[in-house]
């Protein structure tokens, strides 16, 4: 931990502060009760009140999945640039294998027209 | 004793963390209706304090009096934690950054990644008010921001990596101290224009305010908020402005480093300077459409974010 203690600290304190801002607004915010008001927002027409269930096109998760392939390789890349320096051509030609590798799924998907939004 | 120092020391800096955030936001507020005004010429709000500096605040102690509207259709838990997590990392990400040689709270050896790893967290509270508001509108304010944030993540991510590469560490106080002679975006150009141009869309900031475009989808995800919660979304907003510009500055415009000015001066004029440019932006472009923002996102920034890559690693190596 270390290190990280004074984090925990000034997380709980954020939460003191949120909650802070909530209790002053409830003692000077009015609070009048009418059925209208509480109503979801719908542009002045009446309102679905059913949950709002909509399905969504698969390119949402199409590019969740390839967000993670890419971020996982970040995760990879990071640690690597710190020290890509010291360890010098063996690191870089490590690195470029890895990416060209990354790169062939990458550019099928874009053939594919997985990157393609319409 | 010691116990009682720590807790006074620690309850100063939550003090001047909290405070700065608010005259931040407060004065971002300001500025922007200002520049807006100007670029539109127009004069912008002139009537309280001297060219309307005091309206903000006005503004802000209006909203503590503003009704708090709880939707009766709504999904509770996401729809009333979404405004504290979105105050969440905003609020943490300060303690780490250094705006003068020892004028930090916290320094830590993987600071880059503690500031990624938090503001990330910024969509999930996108995500959790869209969800929970249960709204039409804020649905789809809220997938559209996470579609956009998932695509510019990463070259945000990428983009840095130059710079890591070449001073060989994670530490913000590291990276400023290797810029004493020359700015990293002299070095790394074409890194310092995809970085900046990701991180606004990450601030969900225009050309690439999707996710709240208020002439398509009302008010996108913050529809179903008001009074002190949309005061949250709002303030979080503003404070990550400020961050990612403090981050560019860090990483690529030398940080504190600058002749004849005070550190700390230095710091925050290149700061407010790149906040500038992005209202500039903001009131020059239109908004974009969701899939010219995809394309710019997967097709152009990411490759060449890695051709930044491969050209950084073949220089260092020769």
Aim: aromatic letters at 16%.
């Amino acid at each position: 931990m270390g290190d990280f203690t004074p984090l925990f600290i000034y997380g709980g304190l954020v939460l003191f502060v949120t909650c802070v801002m909530l209790v002053m607004t409830g003692l000077f915010a009015p609070f009048r009760t009418s059925e209208v008001k509480f109503q979801t927002y719908e542009s002045g027409v009446q309102a679905e009140t059913a949950l709002f269930q909509k399905r969504f096109p698969l390119k949402h998760y199409l590019v969740a999945l390839l967000f993670l392939v890419f971020d996982i390789e970040v995760v990879f890349l990071y640690p690597w640039a710190v020290v890509a320096k010291e360890i010098g051509s063996f690191a870089f030609f490590e690195m470029a294998f890895f990416m060209v590798a990354l790169l062939v799924g990458f550019a099928y998907v874009w053939r594919k027209g997985g990157l393609t939004w319409d | 004793m010691d116990m009682l120092l720590v807790m006074l020391k620690i309850g100063m800096y939550a003090a001047i963390v909290i405070g700065f955030i608010t005259v931040n936001a407060l004065f971002l507020v300001w500025m922007e209706r200002k520049v807006s005004a100007k670029i539109q010429l127009r004069h912008g709000p002139m009537e309280v304090g001297w060219h309307g500096t005091f309206q903000t605040f006005a503004d802000a102690i209006k909203l503590f009096g503003k009704e708090l509207i709880t939707p009766v259709n709504i999904d509770k838990v996401p729809y009333l934690l979404a405004p504290m997590l979105a105050m969440f990392p905003t609020i943490l990400i300060f303690l780490v950054i250094p705006i003068g040689e020892n004028l930090h709270i916290l320094d830590l050896n993987v600071g880059v990644l503690y500031i990624f790893a938090f503001s990330a967290l910024g969509v999930l509270s996108i995500f959790m008010a869209g969800y929970g508001s249960n709204n039409k509108y804020s649905m789809l304010g809220a997938v559209r921001g996470v579609a956009q944030s998932l695509a510019y993540e990463i070259p945000l991510l990428l983009s840095i990596l130059g710079v890591i590469m070449i001073c060989g560490t994670l530490n913000l106080k590291g990276i400023v101290m290797a810029q004493d002679n020359v700015w990293f975006v002299l070095y790394q150009p074409l890194a310092f224009v995809i970085f900046f141009i990701s991180t606004l869309a990450e601030t969900n900031r225009a050309p690439f305010d999707l996710p709240e475009a208020e002439s398509e989808i009302i008010a996108g995800f913050h529809t179903e908020y008001s009074g002190i919660r949309f005061a949250m979304f709002f303030l979080s907003e503003y404070t990550h402005m400020f961050i990612v510009s403090a981050l560019a500055t860090i990483l690529f415009l030398g940080g504190w480093n600058g002749p004849f000015l005070p550190e700390p001066v230095w710091f925050l004029l290149k700061v407010y300077f790149l906040i500038f440019m992005m209202m500039w932006i903001r009131f020059t472009f239109p908004r974009i459409r969701i899939d010219q923002l995809m394309t710019l996102g997967w097709k152009i920034l990411i490759p060449l974010a890695l051709v930044n890559l491969l050209v950084t690693g073949i220089v260092l190596k020769l």
